[in-house]
């Protein structure tokens, strides 16, 4: 088999850094990765990019995990903590001091700021590059970076970009401390990782030409590089938190799906034909580097709203039911009890239709969700009267002997109303603010259908027991 990461089976991987939570671009890339690996049967890892000490908490790295979790993105084998790869980090810089594609300087920091006061459109150039006769003194290990040429990268998403090597100090690998710079963590661990595919946000774009400046001074073959747009609100501006929600927990409590965010964070920055809305083996399928858009992507709400509401709307009854309750327990709501369940079991069909969110269908199902008597809110009140109350009598005598349907219940209410020479919409009215106590509601048969006929008729008894 070929030694070109382009041709080895695919590993990709998410590198976060532990500061906070996961942020929906964060979400993105791993989405992105995850997709590429799965389509092709390649491995997905995660790294924890830990090694600034100060800013890393584990708090941190559990939102991430669960952030990623939350949005079905499974991961192969243990996170990689690239904090406890610091040793082997060391060891391939002193690997590149002896080759001698690294050296040793003993700069200080006041040596190196007088001499870019001096120098102000160079980059650094340490007086040690080429020293022969060194101190024995405290000292960084420098890559010693080529100068003349470019440093160029054929990235999969933003085609061939360059960088004159005059631009590009010999950058420090190894602090006088011992510590591995970032630089040289990343490539360490890409390349120990065996990572055949780097996608990540094009803020990493610069970033790049360095460390493939270790990769190849290693002789190490490169990855695969797909640098992609970052995302942006609604006017076009880098996404912040004056756009709304921008951690991936902050949609999950709006209540969209993980699969209605999987869909709509797939088509942030990448396309395939005129497809908007598809499911995972869809995505699986058609997600390649060739179709990520090299403008950035705005992120909009409404097209959002839409993705979510066709995923609840044909989502299978027990996955909506799965995802309701993780939706409870994230926004530290009471679990439904087994009633409230099966209620509401009977009327999703009903209710999924028409929601676009979650707590869009929680308000749907409020009917199911209350316990006797209903108290009708003031709106309701109005159709409540004792005229109307005397149909809900009728109605109540009327469907004693019916099958419980909606095609029965239908045909009954149908024929009280005209009874009373009224349309259906009337007594609709009254038995909707019996049933729910409201009046935006789903239709009334489905409300009856999903309480079954003892609940129902006791609503329609507790309203028409006030008739006096
Ligand atoms: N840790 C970096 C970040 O969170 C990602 C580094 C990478 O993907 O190479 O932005």
């Given amino acids: 088999m070929s030694d070109t990461p382009a041709d080895r089976p695919v590993v990709t991987r998410f590198a976060p850094s532990p500061t906070g939570y996961l942020h929906i671009g964060g979400a993105r890339t791993a989405l992105f990765n995850w997709l590429y690996a799965r389509g092709r049967g390649g491995k997905f890892l995660l790294r924890i990019e830990d090694t600034d000490r100060a800013r890393s908490t584990p708090e941190a790295t559990e939102a991430i995990l669960k952030g990623l979790a939350w949005l079905g993105l499974d991961w192969d084998g243990e996170p990689v903590s690239q904090f406890q790869r610091k040793d082997r980090h060391a060891e391939v810089a002193l690997q590149m001091l002896a080759a001698g594609t690294a050296y040793k300087c003993f700069s200080t920091p006041e040596e190196i700021a007088q001499w870019r006061e001096a120098n102000p459109r160079q980059s650094f150039q340490s007086p040690w590059r080429d020293a022969t006769d060194l101190p024995d003194a405290p000292h960084a290990i420098r890559l010693r970076a080529p100068r003349d040429g470019e440093t160029v990268i054929e990235d999969a998403v933003q085609g061939t970009v360059r960088v004159g090597n005059d631009q590009l100090d010999d950058m420090i690998i190894l602090r006088s401390d011992g510590t591995p710079t970032y630089m040289l963590a990343v490539v360490v661990d890409d390349h120990d ?102 403008a950035p992507a705005r992120l909009d709400f409404k097209k959002l709203e839409h993705v979510s509401g066709h995923h609840i709307g044909t989502m299978a009854d027990d996955d909506l039911l799965l995802v309701l309750d993780q939706f409870l327990a994230d926004t530290d709501a009471a679990p439904l009890t087994p009633q409230q369940r099966n209620r509401i079991t009977a009327a999703l069909p009903a209710l999924k239709e028409k929601a676009r969110t979650l707590p869009q269908l929680l308000d749907q199902a409020r009917f199911a969700l209350i316990d006797r008597p209903v108290e009708p809110d003031e709106k309701a009140s109005k159709s409540l009267d004792s005229v109307s109350r005397g149909m809900l009598s009728a109605l109540t005598a009327a469907v004693q002997h019916v099958s419980w349907t909606r095609d029965e219940l239908e045909q009954a209410a149908k024929q009280v109303a005209e009874e009373n020479g009224v349309g259906l919409g009337k007594l609709a009215a009254p038995l909707r603010a019996a049933l729910a106590g409201r009046t935006t509601t789903p239709s009334v048969f489905d409300m009856m259908t999903a309480l079954g006929r003892e609940e129902s008729l006791a609503r329609l008894q507790d309203q028409t027991d006030l008739a006096g």
Avoid: C
């Fill in 193 to 294: 990782m065996g990572v055949t595919h780097v996608i990540r946000g094009d803020d990493h774009l610069t970033n790049t030409f360095r460390q493939v400046q270790i990769f190849d001074a290693m002789g190490w073959p490169r990855p695969v590089f797909a640098h992609i747009p970052l995302i942006h609100g609604e006017d076009g501006k880098k996404l912040s938190k004056r756009h709304g929600a921008v951690g991936l927990h902050e949609f999950a409590a709006l209540g969209y799906p993980p699969a209605a965010m999987r869909n709509y964070l797939a088509r942030l920055g990448w396309s395939h034909g005129d497809d908007e809305l598809f499911d995972d083996a869809q995505a699986r399928e058609w997600f390649d580097l060739s179709g990520i858009n090299r």
